[in-house]
């Protein structure tokens, strides 16, 4: 067993070594062969100590005076992520979030791939996405079971999510995605990952609302006739 997969990685570290992979595909296709931590960490939105701590979880990997070799950090990664070998997957809910995860070439390039694509609406049905044959949700099981898939994606609306969830872990499937605005309740022996992004984006206003709110002058009446403008 590797040094990365012997140590016990932490979620969030796992989150930000998923980033740094990234970036450095995208390092790796402008032609770079090495990288400063400093470059590295400045390009996935961290500072250096977290950075260094977050690669400590791989064993040495960068040279004093040289940084990083792109290519082989990049192989570190892949491999302390699971992503030496494609992960088969299955998505529900072909409406346009579904169709443009399905669509997306990018997954491929990371391992995952999908092998099956699901949706209740018999127009859908047929259809070709991202090079696969949409197929009703009635087959869900028997697509699970012939594929191995590993990771289902649920883009359902949320009132039918929780039980398009049941059926995946009833199939077999241990990890999920969910896109779907709604908590799912598994088994502890399933992940689930939730992407909101009402969430996000309610979180994006707020933070673009403090930056207006320091930037703008307050006014505030001290006598008649005279107004002081005090900066936040």
Do not use: W
Not at 31 to 43: D, M
Not at 202 to 222: C, N
């Amino acid at each position: 067993m590797s040094e990365s997969r012997s140590r016990v990685i932490p979620e969030a570290t796992v989150a930000r070594l998923a980033v740094y992979l990234r970036v450095l595909a995208g390092l790796a296709g402008d032609g770079r062969s090495h990288v400063s931590s400093g470059e590295l960490a400045t390009a996935a939105g961290v500072n250096p100590a977290g950075l260094r701590k977050d690669l400590s979880y791989l064993g040495p990997c960068g040279v004093r005076g040289v940084g990083y070799s792109v290519a082989g950090l990049r192989e570190r990664l892949t491999t302390a992520l699971g992503g030496e070998r494609s992960r088969p997957c299955v998505l529900v809910g072909i409406g346009r979030l579904g169709a443009a995860l399905a669509d997306y070439a990018g997954f491929a390039s990371r391992g995952f791939q999908f092998v099956g694509l699901l949706d209740a609406d018999p127009r859908r049905v047929g259809e070709r996405v991202g090079g696969c044959t949409v197929r009703p949700i009635d087959e869900l099981e028997a697509l699970v079971a012939a594929t191995a898939a590993a990771i289902g994606v649920i883009t359902t609306p949320a009132d039918v999510a929780q039980s398009v969830c049941d059926r995946l872990v009833a199939a077999g499937v241990r990890s999920i995605l969910n896109f779907a605005p709604v908590a799912l309740t598994v088994p502890p022996d399933v992940d689930v990952r939730k992407v909101d992004l009402s969430v996000e984006l309610q979180v994006l206003a707020f933070l673009d609302e403090q930056r207006d709110g320091a930037r703008a002058p307050a006014t505030v009446p001290v006598a008649a006739g005279v107004v002081a403008e005090v900066r936040r």
